[in-house]
Structures are given as structure tokens and as C-alpha cells.
């Protein structure tokens, strides 16, 4: 994230934050590069996920829908192998979608509070509720990588701005909701599934974003916890 000056009612002076990964330092879409003969050690899974035969063996079209689904969502090589990367976030794909309508069936978001955003980084998903019902989502989000973790806890929203530009990296952060330290709900143009992750914020695609910041205000709690898969 970038440094903010947060309000004077706040605090005085200048948190210093650390850019999203997810914005400027991110790795984009990939450009593509030679399809590789070799199978990979997950080969079956990537396979079945893709609804392509399953045998186990490398062919070219299966080296084409690999490495187009690698370039979609930004992992590296891009050469169509069917590697740990690409299988693990296929398998966060299936866990996210076997959640369905009820992301907080474990009850580990407070039903206490109101309304509170929930941020699970263990399953990569975020959701609004108020009490036990749910008001939005479950959506998929991008959390801090290893070392930048996105911190753990029951946190309140404390500095919202929209057109919000990170003064450290210059980079944009569009839809930019803090809520501890400086790291904060916001838009980027990039993959939810983007490896390795943000520097710390929770990153968004611009419509979910938009719709976070019309459902929460200053004030409002937000409460993160799990362990990113790589963390």
C-alpha cells in the first residue's frame, strides 16, 4: 500500500504503508510463451478441472487450454506445465466454489456485530453480513503474500478514499477502504488468482469494490482470519 495522510481526528502525521503487489508490483498477464511436452506432476487434476481427457499425458491441446488458463490469471511460467502453482490455485477455485451461500458456516465471523466484512484467507474470500445474514458475497479476494501477510483480527474501517493514489509508489488504488494500518479493501485489474499475492490489502475486482464501498462505512468492522494457503 502506499503511504496515506490519514485525518487529523485520526492521527497526525504520515503512516508509512506498503504498496499492493496486486497494483504495482503485480505481474500482469502473462505473455505467452512455448507449450512444454513434459506432464506435469499434477497433470490428471489440471486436466480434469480443464474437462480435458484424463490419461495423465501431455498433448498439445492440452498444453493450449493449461497455458491459456495460466496467462488468464497471471502465473508464471506460462509454458502450459501442470505444475503446484497452477493445480493450487485450481483447487482454491473448487474449495471457493463448494462454499456457496453459506461462507460462514464455521461461525468464525462474528455474529455479533452487525454489519462486519468478513475475510477469510484461508479459502481466498471475503463477504458482508449483518448479524448471521448475509448481505453480500461470498467473493473472491487477494491477500497478502508471504512475508506481507494481510493481518489477522477484528478491525474497524477507519479512512475511505475513492480515487486514492499511493504516494510511496505512485500507483493507483481505486475504492480504497482502510481498516488497519494502512491495509485496506480496494479495486485492481488484475486476476483475484494472481500468484503470489498483495503486499497486504485486500484486493478486489472494480465491481465488488464499487460494491463494498456502497455497503460500508467509517466505523465498521471487518474481521480477518485464517492462513493464505503459502503463508
Same mark, same amino acid.
Given at each position: 500500500?502506499?503511504?496515506i495522510?490519514?485525518?487529523?481526528?485520526?492521527?497526525?502525521?504520515?503512516? /508509512?504503508?506498503?504498496?499492493p503487489?496486486?497494483?504495482?508490483?503485480?505481474a /500482469?498477464?502473462?505473455?505467452?510463451?512455448?507449450?512444454?511436452?513434459?506432464?506435469?506432476?499434477?497433470?490428471?487434476?489440471?486436466?480434469?478441472?480443464?474437462?480435458?481427457?484424463?490419461?495423465?499425458?501431455?498433448?498439445?491441446?492440452?498444453?493450449?487450454?493449461?497455458?491459456?488458463?495460466?496467462?488468464?490469471?497471471? *502465473?508464471?511460467?506460462?509454458?502450459g506445465?501442470?505444475?503446484?502453482?497452477t493445480? /493450487?490455485?485450481?483447487?482454491?477455485m473448487?474449495?471457493?466454489?463448494?462454499?456457496?451461500?453459506?461462507?460462514?458456516?464455521?461461525?468464525?465471523?462474528?455474529?455479533?456485530?452487525?454489519?462486519?466484512?468478513? @475475510?477469510?484467507?484461508?479459502?481466498?474470500?471475503?463477504?458482508?453480513?449483518?448479524?448471521?445474514?448475509? @448481505?453480500?458475497?461470498?467473493?473472491?479476494?487477494?491477500?497478502?503474500?508471504?512475508?506481507?501477510?494481510?493481518?489477522t483480527?477484528?478491525?474497524? *474501517?477507519?479512512?475511505?478514499?475513492?480515487?486514492?493514489?499511493?504516494?510511496?509508489?505512485?500507483?493507483?488504488?481505486?475504492?480504497?477502504?482502510?481498516?488497519?494500518g494502512?491495509?485496506?479493501?480496494?479495486? @485492481?485489474?488484475?486476476?483475484?488468482?494472481?500468484?503470489?499475492?498483495?503486499?497486504?490489502?485486500?484486493?478486489?475486482?472494480?465491481?465488488?469494490?464499487?460494491?463494498?464501498?456502497?455497503?460500508?462505512?467509517?466505523?465498521?468492522?471487518?474481521? @480477518?482470519?485464517?492462513?493464505?494457503?503459502?503463508?
Open positions: 500500500m502506499g503511504d495522510r490519514r485525518r487529523a481526528a485520526i492521527v497526525a502525521g504520515v503512516t /508509512g504503508l506498503v504498496a503487489l496486486t497494483i504495482g508490483l503485480g /500482469g498477464t502473462a505473455q505467452a510463451a512455448s507449450c512444454t511436452t513434459s506432464a506435469g506432476p499434477y497433470q490428471k487434476q489440471v486436466e480434469k478441472f480443464l474437462g480435458r481427457p484424463v490419461d495423465g499425458k501431455q498433448s498439445s491441446a492440452d498444453c493450449k487450454a493449461i497455458q491459456s488458463f495460466q496467462t488468464k490469471h497471471g *502465473i508464471t511460467p506460462n509454458i506445465y501442470a505444475g503446484s502453482v493445480w /493450487g490455485v485450481m483447487d482454491l473448487n474449495k471457493q466454489k463448494a462454499v456457496g451461500n453459506n461462507p460462514n458456516k464455521d461461525g468464525k465471523c462474528p455474529t455479533n456485530k452487525g454489519r462486519i466484512a468478513c @475475510v477469510n484467507l484461508t479459502l481466498q474470500l471475503s463477504w458482508i453480513q449483518d448479524g448471521k445474514k448475509l @448481505v453480500y458475497g461470498p467473493v473472491p479476494v487477494r491477500t497478502g503474500r508471504d512475508g506481507f501477510e494481510t493481518r483480527g477484528l478491525k474497524k *474501517i477507519y479512512w475511505r478514499n475513492i480515487d486514492h493514489v499511493s504516494t510511496i509508489y505512485n500507483v493507483p488504488m481505486p475504492y480504497a477502504q482502510f481498516f488497519d494502512g491495509q485496506a479493501f480496494h479495486s @485492481v485489474g488484475l486476476s483475484m488468482w494472481n500468484p503470489p499475492g498483495s503486499h497486504g490489502c485486500v484486493n478486489m475486482t472494480p465491481t465488488v469494490a464499487k460494491k463494498y464501498w456502497s455497503l460500508l462505512r467509517n466505523g465498521d468492522d471487518v474481521f @480477518v482470519y485464517g492462513r493464505k494457503p503459502g503463508t
